[in-house]
């Protein structure tokens, strides 16, 4: 007589099979991993593909790059182009000239900025939200309707043509004490500042040792911005130099678009060697920026 054994049914749960479901779980959350990278590479592509069409227009004749159907690798007239955008306009001088004044600007937006936006953010003063508003106010004005008296005032000191005109007027911006200040308010300990008043410390020196350090990622932001800012700058430039040594390399390199034929891949060149610079700026640069978000991250 055989005895017959059963097998028990597998038991479940209500929420069902804990493996199945840890599983489809992590197929989830693989699947949404390979979508976001493939949706960031995407983005990355058609960020970077602008940087590198201009770098292969750069190597080819104007006949290559208006050809059919257009090629997409280099080409090997790129020393062909360098030479004549160097043979063409005073490249080096205007080099030169765009970097001392694009530092100059940079510099004393970050000195002067982070001094108003300091006292704005971290001290009381009669008539200061007053202020904070007329200054809120110049961002209604259009830029190009300051040209005309920029110039006026510029001919009456006799800057015209000087260095000068192009620094001093961009010396300060609402912009930078505006962002400046929102770093003083969330990253200054009202604390700090008082014991060092306690201390006897003066403004410059509570700037100097408290505010400086703590708006370092605020103020490496703003001179990259406004060095990027003033090297591409193209319209005051032009209307303000008057002497050929002293011109800037956008407005330098303007002069390569001729009447009835512009050659496009010295153009393209001297895109390009515009742009290399700014590259090195931000990648020195940025550096500090980087690390102060970073470290600001940690502490929080």
Known sequence: MSTTVETPPATTTRFGDPTKTSANARTRSM??????????????????????????????TTAQIFGYPPKLWFSTHLWENLNAVV??????????????????????VMFFDSLAAFAFGKYEFPGKNTLFVLLLATF?????????????LMSWLGWTGSFAALIVPGAA??????????????????????????????????WWSIGVP???????????????????????????????????????????????????????????????????????GSRHFIANIAAGAIKG
């Open 140 to 152: 209604l004005v259009p830029g190009s309707l300051s040209l005309v008296p920029s110039f006026v």
């Open 31 to 60: 699947v949404g991993r390979i979508v976001t990278h493939v949706c960031i590479i995407i983005g990355v592509m058609f960020s970077i593909f602008p940087f590198y069409w201009l770098l292969v227009m750069s190597t080819q």
């Open 173 to 206: 911006n609402a912009f930078g004490i505006f962002l400046l200040r929102q770093f003083a308010q969330t990253s200054i300990p009202n604390e700090m500042v008082e014991s060092a008043r306690v201390d006897g410390a003066g403004f410059f020196r509570t």
């Open 87 to 108: 043979h063409d306009v005073p490249l080096f001088q205007s080099l030169l000239n765009t970097f001392l004044v694009s530092l100059a600007v940079a510099v004393l």
């Open 214 to 284: 703590m708006m370092r990622g605020g103020v490496a932001f703003l001179g990259i911005f406004t060095f990027i800012t003033t090297w591409n700058d193209y319209v005051w430039p032009l209307i303000i130099l008057v002497n050929p040594r002293r011109l800037t390399l956008q407005v330098a390199l303007s002069q390569l678009n001729a009447i009835y034929s512009t050659n496009f891949g010295e153009v393209m060149a001297g895109a390009v060697i515009s742009v290399v610079p700014l590259i090195g700026i931000f990648i020195i």
